[in-house]
C-alpha cells in the first residue's frame, strides 16, 4: 500500500522529490499544471504518496514522472477561464484555439493521466505552453498567452469579445507561470506590456517562481 510522504498545502520541499527518484522541478511542474487544470489555488492542500501518486482536496490526482533529465531551466505558463456557466466551445471559438483541458460544470471528466474520473464542480477552459514551446524564456511562454488575448492588428476585438463574454457568465480568468532554474541562473520578470494585457481582460497573474537547491 502506498504511504503518505506529504500532506501539506505549498510546494514540498526538495526531500519529497528525492523521495520519489525525481528532479525537484519535475514534481513542482507536474503540481503546478494539475492546480492550474483543476482551478485550484496556488496554496491548495497536495497530498503525495511514496508511489507518485499526487492527490488534491477536489479529488484531482495523477502521477509524477520518473523520467530523469539534465538540470536546465523549466518553464511554462497557462491560461484559465473558469465559472458554473462557462461554455468552453465558445472560448475555443474567440480564441480559436483547443484547450490543453476543458469542462463544464457537471461533466465527467479523466483528473490526470492515470487520475480517476472526476465531475467538474465549476466549467474550466485551460491552456498550458507546457508541451506547445519548447523554450527556456519564460517571455516566449507568456507571448503565446498574449497573443491569444489580444493579437497584432485586431485592434482588441478578440479581447472585448472574451470581456463580453466573462461579464456575461460570470467567468474568472488566471495566467500562471512556472519556473525552475539551476543555482546561480537568474530569476525572471513578467514585462509590463504582457501585465497590462492580462490585467486588461481582467486576469489573476499566479507567479511559481524558484532557484533549484544543489
Same mark, same amino acid.
Given at each position: 500500500?502506498?504511504?503518505?510522504?506529504?500532506?501539506?498545502?505549498?510546494?514540498?520541499?526538495?526531500?519529497? !522529490?528525492?523521495?520519489?527518484?525525481?528532479?525537484?522541478?519535475?514534481?513542482?511542474?507536474?503540481?503546478?499544471?494539475?492546480?492550474?487544470?483543476?482551478?485550484?489555488?496556488?496554496? @491548495?492542500?497536495?497530498?503525495?504518496?511514496?508511489?507518485?501518486?499526487?492527490?488534491?482536496?477536489?479529488?484531482?490526482? !495523477?502521477?509524477?514522472?520518473?523520467?530523469? !533529465?539534465?538540470? #536546465?531551466?523549466?518553464?511554462?505558463?497557462?491560461?484559465?477561464?473558469?465559472?458554473?456557466? =462557462?461554455?468552453?466551445? @465558445?472560448?475555443?471559438?474567440?480564441?480559436?484555439?483547443?484547450?490543453?483541458?476543458?469542462? #463544464?460544470?457537471?461533466? %465527467?471528466?479523466?483528473?490526470?493521466?492515470?487520475?480517476?474520473?472526476?465531475? /467538474?464542480?465549476?466549467?474550466?477552459?485551460?491552456?498550458?505552453?507546457?508541451?506547445?514551446?519548447?523554450?527556456?524564456?519564460?517571455?516566449?511562454?507568456?507571448?503565446?498567452? @498574449?497573443?491569444?488575448?489580444?493579437?497584432?492588428?485586431?485592434?482588441?476585438?478578440? =479581447?472585448?469579445?472574451? #470581456?463580453?463574454?466573462?461579464?456575461?457568465?460570470?467567468?474568472?480568468?488566471?495566467?500562471?507561470?512556472?519556473?525552475?532554474?539551476?543555482?546561480?541562473?537568474?530569476?525572471? /520578470?513578467?514585462?509590463?506590456?504582457? %501585465?497590462?494585457?492580462?490585467?486588461?481582460?481582467?486576469?489573476?497573474?499566479?507567479?511559481?517562481?524558484?532557484?533549484?537547491?544543489?
Amino acid at each position: 500500500m502506498a504511504r503518505v510522504i506529504w500532506d501539506k498545502r505549498g510546494n514540498p520541499p526538495k526531500y519529497v !522529490s528525492n523521495r520519489l527518484g525525481i528532479h525537484h522541478w519535475q514534481l513542482g511542474e507536474a503540481i503546478h499544471e494539475l492546480k492550474a487544470a483543476g482551478h485550484l489555488s496556488p496554496t @491548495e492542500r497536495v497530498i503525495i504518496y511514496d508511489d507518485g501518486t499526487v492527490t488534491m482536496s477536489l479529488a484531482m490526482s !495523477s502521477e509524477t514522472s520518473t523520467t530523469k !533529465s539534465n538540470n #536546465r531551466i523549466r518553464t511554462f505558463a497557462t491560461l484559465r477561464f473558469a465559472g458554473d456557466a =462557462l461554455d468552453p466551445d @465558445e472560448i475555443s471559438r474567440v480564441v480559436r484555439e483547443q484547450p490543453t483541458k476543458s469542462y #463544464r460544470k457537471g461533466e %465527467t471528466h479523466r483528473a490526470g493521466p492515470h487520475g480517476p474520473d472526476v465531475v /467538474g464542480k465549476t466549467g474550466v477552459w485551460f491552456l498550458s505552453t507546457r508541451r506547445k514551446i519548447p523554450s527556456e524564456d519564460l517571455a516566449d511562454h507568456l507571448n503565446v498567452l @498574449e497573443r491569444l488575448i489580444a493579437p497584432f492588428g485586431d485592434q482588441d476585438t478578440r =479581447l472585448k469579445a472574451l #470581456r463580453d463574454i466573462m461579464e456575461r457568465m460570470n467567468l474568472q480568468a488566471r495566467v500562471t507561470f512556472f519556473w525552475r532554474g539551476p543555482p546561480g541562473a537568474e530569476c525572471p /520578470g513578467i514585462s509590463p506590456v504582457a %501585465t497590462a494585457t492580462f490585467r486588461r481582460l481582467p486576469a489573476k497573474i499566479e507567479p511559481d517562481i524558484d532557484i533549484e537547491d544543489c
